[in-house]
């Protein structure tokens, strides 16, 4: 087990592109190919987790399964795919209306994965540390940060609302630019299976990769309730941007019995352990919480 604790989000991605260009080079749906990965990844979280736990005590569900599950099926079967239909539109709308033409039209798609890469990682950084520094968005992350433990399911916790935020920043600007689908197919081909492994209860070692991807150790720290130490390694599948700003926390020094959680500011006064359609209705109702 000891190359799996120390490369396991490595081998992700590697076998991620390496569907993603088989898909390609065959004329298959290369989105098919990825999901097909982020199916294995979270399956692969979940099997792990119950054999080499990170906190054993985070395999228990403090009634927290329900609102994650609620949140799982909301995102990945209703708001995710109107994205992908709406986005494109709103696009081609955009285009018309101004009478000009894409700028990456053209562009070998290799290059085009590297911009896509690159900028959605850029926007993601700046729309999720805006999140925290904001009071208005951070009564939609709230809903993230309140599970109190880390597990496989709960990175799909989001509001709605904070998930369209998180696209539009991120990646409508690059389908504007316009880069084809599969380059932004090939981003998730690198970057999904990273973000589906990152809450995973794990106890993974994976050393100087910790400086490169948002791994499940660098994550640990933003989910803790001191805004000190979570408001860092903000970086959605890569941490170059919390480089660049300065938010970077080296993995090493969490500790297995630090609280995980929203901040004691917050904690009074959101439904932190309430069902999903509380969590979902709370913003609407201020004052919520704070986010420091």
Known sequence: MAWIQRYLVLILVFVSLAMYLLALRLGLQTELAVTAVSVFTLASAWWLERRQPYRKEWRQDRGDLQTDVASAVVIVGVVDPLLKVLAPLAVVALYSSLNVQPVLAGVALWLQIVVVLLLVELGKYWSHRLHHQLEPLWWLHAMHHSSERLYFLNGLRFHPINYVLNFTVAVLPVMLLGVSPEAIVGYLAISQPVV???????????????????????????????????????????????????????AEGFIETKEIGLFASSKAIYPRRGGYLTQLVSMFKPPCCRSA
Not at 204 to 209: A, S, V
Not at 226 to 231: V, Y
């Open 196 to 250: 589906l492994l990152q809450h995973a209860n794990i106890g993974l070692q994976h050393g100087w990769l910790n400086w490169v991807f948002s791994t499940p150790e660098a994550h640990r720290w933003h989910h803790a309730t001191e805004p000190a130490e979570a408001n860092s390694n903000f970086g959605n599948a890569l941490l170059v941007w919390d480089h660049v700003f300065g938010t970077f926390k080296a």
